[in-house]
Structures are given as structure tokens and as C-alpha cells.
């Protein structure tokens, strides 16, 4: 299987640069509907319409006041930008454990090492984004954990950060736009993120 190197990837551009100056694409790992792969597509090609079934992850991380931390897409991204979504979501390359991936892409977009890193499930959506046109098909990884740093948040990837209260998360997401999958992720996510956060933080 192809493996894009997981220090070549731009925010905007579903492709890396070689040292030749090539682009290479990025592959995602495409998958059955119970999760098993079944081979790999280039990443622009697997959300073109009616989109093709891969593998995805989203993390949620949470303050030691049970707060989720969102974050908006840069504008720059080619896919859903300006938006704001859950704290960091994205693909593994095939071949990835999705686990290592969800750590990876926190690490490279915030800046953080998230603490009690945990599993909290799969769930898997097909999600449209009128703004593109592209869908998003997806078998996706749920992770929840804490946050204890301060994030530091690369510009080209990420426009904007929040830390809300499941308050403030229901006021935002009336007035802002938010990601196609969004509410579906958190959802599913739900059950962890209560056991992580406790009952009085609300979620």
C-alpha cells in the first residue's frame, strides 16, 4: 500500500511535495462496512461524489473543567473551511493504527499530548457538504481525552479555538456554522465523553 509521510502534508492541497517537487497524493484507507480494509483511494477522489467508504478519526479533548475544546478549519482547507468542528478529526495512511494517527494529527495541528487518550468507539456516516460538493463517507474512530498545555495551534491547519461548555457548544452551533459531521461524531461519542468528564460537566 502507498504511504504518504506524515511530515509532508499541507492543510489546503490533498497532495505533498516531494524532495523532486512532485506532488504525490494522499492515500486514504478504504474500508467495508464493518470496518475491515478493503484497499486505498486518493483522498480528493474518496469525497468526490457519491463518495467511497474510508477510514477516519475524531478526537474530543476536554480542560479540568470538563470543557470540550473546538477548533475552526483554517480557510485555506479544501474541504469544509472556516467552519468550526470537534477538537481534531482526520484520516490514518494505510496501514496506520488510527490510535497513532488520532495522537499524530493532535500533536501536529494543536501542538498537544493529550492525556487518558481513549477509545470511544466507531461510527459510520455518510455526510454531504453542500458548500463543496464533496461527501464524506466515512467508518469513524472516536477518541476522547484531557488537556492539561496550552495548545498551540498551526495556522495553516486551524483558524480558531474555543474551550465551551455544553452550553455554549448549543449557542455557537445555533448561530455558527459548524462541520456536516459534527453533531454525528459527538453524538456517537457521547456515552465516553460522560464517563471521562463526569456527570456535572453536563455532555
Not at 83 to 101: I, K, L, Q
Not at 146 to 166: C, K, N, S
Request: aromatic share 8%; proline share 9%; hydrophobic share 40%.
Amino acid at each position: 500500500m502507498p504511504i504518504t509521510p506524515a511530515n509532508g502534508q499541507t492543510a489546503g492541497d490533498p497532495a505533498v511535495s516531494t524532495p523532486g517537487g512532485a506532488a504525490e497524493p494522499i492515500m486514504l484507507e478504504l474500508v467495508d462496512e464493518d470496518g475491515t480494509t478493503i484497499g486505498t483511494a486518493e483522498k480528493l477522489a474518496a469525497h468526490q461524489a457519491p463518495g467511497q467508504l474510508h477510514r477516519a478519526f475524531s478526537v474530543f479533548l476536554f480542560d479540568e473543567k470538563g470543557r470540550l475544546l473546538l477548533q475552526r478549519r483554517a480557510l485555506g482547507k479544501y474541504h469544509s473551511p472556516g467552519v468550526w468542528s470537534n477538537t481534531c478529526c482526520g484520516h490514518p495512511y494505510p496501514g496506520e493504527a488510527p490510535f497513532v494517527a488520532a495522537a499524530r494529527r493532535t500533536s501536529e495541528e494543536l501542538g498537544l499530548a493529550p492525556t487518558l487518550l481513549a477509545e470511544a468507539g466507531t461510527v459510520r456516516y455518510n455526510h454531504p457538504d453542500p458548500a463543496s460538493g464533496l461527501v464524506e463517507q466515512e467508518y469513524n474512530h472516536l477518541f476522547v481525552g484531557l488537556v492539561r498545555a496550552e495548545p498551540a495551534p498551526d495556522p495553516e491547519e486551524i483558524g480558531e479555538i474555543a474551550f465551551v461548555t455544553p452550553e455554549e457548544l448549543a449557542e455557537r452551533h445555533a448561530q455558527a456554522p459548524f462541520s456536516a459531521w459534527f453533531m454525528t461524531v459527538l453524538d456517537a461519542a457521547r456515552p465516553a465523553v460522560r464517563e471521562l468528564t463526569g456527570r456535572s460537566a453536563g455532555w
